[in-house]
């Protein structure tokens, strides 16, 4: 019987051994990109912070909001971070700069790029104003993620708005087509009118928005609708140009309102919720799913240190054999 000659089946093991190594430490690899869940959900409860608590909004308005004659509004949305603060972060130095929306409140863009995460959790908790205190309703691992959006998580799209024209300067049409037909399309369809919400007091289209608050089409379309399992440029890998491509893209589809001046508002929810694919279980099945997902990548790591061991074992056998 011809022995098998071990000498060259420790190179072709060394390289099986890598691709095995690969296959199983590729989707922690990528889950490791996107293990900082902390902005989006910053995000989010910067635009709504009830909504993504699931929670009722405090009665009343809120009480910065008598130091203000300006804006009219009354009742929750002078809760929200975005009422004070507007979709492109600068306060009464951008979007909310006039109109219905102007509070005279400042931004937060140039304090998120100049002050510690501990320095806005002071300002968010009622340290620096009493009346500026959220923090019988946000807990401290929600001021945290608040706090990490505003220090990292902002954007300055003015430099690629048309402050004019509310058109995307410097944006892809293309990229943005293919971005949006493979992500946005089975939900808002591919002329944006399948999924209509609540814009100016009227139902409206993703057209519609993308014209008249480009500032707010970027952040939903980063970090979604709170209350809802939108799927979201931030989870997707999107890069803020992607994000402004996309915009390029959906300012071309028909809008169901006639563009207006730049006068962005607060109220909106999309009829229905979306799915999105993956995330946190919601069910017994998904959790299910979950578990033994987990089960099968604890065994696969499981065969991959069997199978060097045996590696080991073979080799030292093939060194004892060519010493002979």
């Given at each position: 019987?011809?022995?098998?000659d071990?000498a060259?089946f420790?190179?072709?093991y060394?390289?099986?051994?890598?691709?095995?190594?690969?296959?199983?430490?590729?989707?922690?690899l990528?889950?490791a990109?996107?293990?900082?869940?902390?902005?989006?959900?910053?995000?989010?409860?910067f635009d709504?912070?009830w909504?993504?608590l699931?929670?009722?909004?405090?009665?009343?308005?809120?009480?910065?909001?008598?130091?203000?004659?300006?804006?009219?509004?009354?009742g929750?949305?002078?809760?929200?971070?975005v009422?004070c603060?507007g979709?492109?972060?600068?306060?009464?130095?951008g979007?909310y700069?006039?109109?219905?929306?102007?509070?005279g409140f400042p931004?937060?863009?140039?304090?998120?790029?100049?002050k510690?995460?501990?320095?806005?959790?002071?300002?968010?908790d009622g340290?620096r104003?009493?009346s500026?205190?959220?923090?019988?309703?946000?807990s401290?691992?929600d001021?945290?993620?608040?706090?990490?959006?505003?220090?990292?998580?902002?954007?300055d799209d003015n430099?690629?708005?048309?402050l004019t024209?509310?058109?995307?300067?410097?944006?892809?049409?293309?990229?943005?087509?293919?971005?949006?037909?493979?992500?946005?399309?089975?939900?808002h369809?591919?002329?944006?009118?399948?999924?209509k919400?609540?814009?100016?007091?009227?139902?409206?289209?993703?057209?519609?928005?993308?014209?008249?608050?480009?500032?707010?089409f970027?952040?939903?379309s980063r970090?979604?609708?709170?209350g809802?399992?939108?799927?979201i440029?931030?989870?997707?890998?999107w890069?803020p140009?992607?994000?402004?491509?996309?915009?390029?893209?959906?300012?071309?589809?028909?809008?169901?309102q006639?563009a207006?001046?730049?006068?962005?508002?607060?109220?909106?929810r999309?009829?229905?919720?979306?799915?999105?694919?993956?995330g946190?279980?919601?069910?017994?099945?998904?959790?299910l799913?979950?578990a033994?997902?987990?089960m099968?990548?604890?065994?696969?790591?499981?065969?991959l240190?069997?199978?060097?061991?045996?590696?080991i074992?073979?080799?030292?056998?093939?060194?004892i054999r060519?010493?002979?």
């Amino acid at each position: 019987m011809k022995r098998i000659d071990l000498a060259w089946f420790f190179p072709i093991y060394v390289i099986l051994l890598a691709g095995s190594f690969w296959t199983i430490a590729q989707p922690s690899l990528v889950l490791a990109q996107n293990a900082d869940d902390e902005i989006p959900r910053g995000a989010a409860l910067f635009d709504n912070w009830w909504a993504a608590l699931s929670k009722q909004p405090p009665k009343g308005d809120m009480p910065l909001w008598s130091r203000q004659s300006t804006n009219t509004r009354s009742g929750p949305d002078t809760w929200r971070c975005v009422t004070c603060h507007g979709w492109d972060y600068q306060g009464k130095d951008g979007a909310y700069r006039a109109g219905s929306n102007y509070t005279g409140f400042p931004g937060i863009y140039q304090a998120g790029q100049s002050k510690k995460p501990e320095e806005i959790i002071r300002q968010l908790d009622g340290s620096r104003d009493p009346s500026h205190d959220f923090s019988p309703y946000l807990s401290k691992a929600d001021l945290n993620a608040l706090a990490k959006f505003i220090t990292t998580g902002l954007i300055d799209d003015n430099k690629f708005i048309d402050l004019t024209t509310l058109k995307t300067l410097n944006g892809n049409s293309e990229n943005g087509q293919k971005l949006y037909e493979e992500q946005c399309a089975s939900c808002h369809g591919m002329d944006g009118a399948g999924l209509k919400f609540r814009f100016e007091g009227m139902d409206a289209t993703l057209g519609t928005l993308a014209n008249q608050d480009p500032w707010r089409f970027l952040h939903k379309s980063r970090f979604g609708t709170p209350g809802t399992e939108m799927v979201i440029g931030y989870n997707l890998g999107w890069t803020p140009q992607d994000g402004r491509d996309v915009l390029k893209y959906a300012q071309s589809l028909p809008a169901s309102q006639k563009a207006s001046p730049p006068a962005p508002v607060m109220p909106e929810r999309p009829a229905t919720s979306p799915q999105q694919p993956g995330g946190p279980a919601t069910s017994f099945f998904t959790s299910l799913l979950t578990a033994l997902s987990v089960m099968a990548a604890g065994l696969g790591f499981n065969i991959l240190v069997a199978a060097a061991l045996v590696g080991i074992i073979l080799l030292l056998v093939w060194v004892i054999r060519s010493r002979k």
